[in-house]
T-cell receptor, first 113, second 112 residues
């Protein structure tokens, strides 16, 4: 069964450094999402992406964040200058069509020191 | 208005018992209500979902009950098993399943 994959599984970085989190959505999916989950808390929406542009973003998704679909398979989340409070699990999700459900990847644990 | 409330925060059930988790929402524009199951260190996995045109949906041991007038929906897990021990999140979205608003989660423990 096709799955959303994410790399790396765990990323450790110093405060102020840039990180890029990578996702490979399911191949025929058209809608892409990033969520984050701070340890022990609920999953929070960051951004949705469709037709090569951001369709919606939350107030968490400020100028430090950006997303890109550099080729036909990858979907990336970049954090330009990481802060301690960016430490969280970051989940990528995708879905095939507008009315379909979202399928989540296993997540990347980001630790900012 | 975007918030989804979920209770209880944690739940302990004996094997074979019924687990019930409740959620409530305010935004009447929500039109899709999934439940996700999350094991430690894993991403949320879709368990079952419902749209507001039906009041109940059953898949195996899992049932969603939906009360549109009360703006509440609940997950029932029949014959709960130790393998069901996980965190369960309800969620809601509008506009054909765009960004989900998640509840805070319920940690379920099923005792053998």
């Amino acid at each position: 069964e096709p799955e959303v994959t994410q790399t790396p599984s765990h990323q450790v970085t110093q405060m102020g450094q840039e990180v890029i989190l990578r996702c490979v959505p399911i191949s025929n999916h058209l809608y892409f999402y990033w969520y984050r989950q701070i340890l022990g808390q609920k999953v929070e929406f960051l951004v949705s992406f469709y037709n090569n542009e951001i369709s919606e973003k939350s107030e968490i998704f400020d100028d430090q964040f950006s997303v890109e679909r550099p080729d036909g398979s990858n979907f990336t989340l970049k954090i330009r200058s990481t802060k301690l409070e960016d430490s969280a699990m970051y989940f990528c999700a995708s879905k095939p069509g507008a009315g379909d459900t979202q399928y989540f990847g296993p997540g990347t644990r980001l630790t900012v020191l | 208005q975007q918030q989804v409330k979920q209770s209880p925060q944690s739940l302990i059930v004996q094997k074979g018992g019924i687990s019930i988790i409740n959620c409530a929402y305010e935004n009447t524009a929500f039109d899709y209500f999934p439940w996700y199951q999350q094991f430690p260190g894993k991403g949320p996995a879709l368990l079952i979902a419902i749209r507001p045109d039906v009041s109940e949906k059953k898949e195996g041991r899992f049932t969603i009950s939906f009360n549109k007038s009360a703006k509440q929906f609940s997950l029932h897990i029949m014959d709960s098993q130790p393998g069901d021990s996980a965190t369960y999140f309800c969620a809601a979205s509008s506009n054909y399943g765009q960004n989900f608003v998640f509840g805070p989660g319920t940690r379920l423990s099923v005792l053998p």
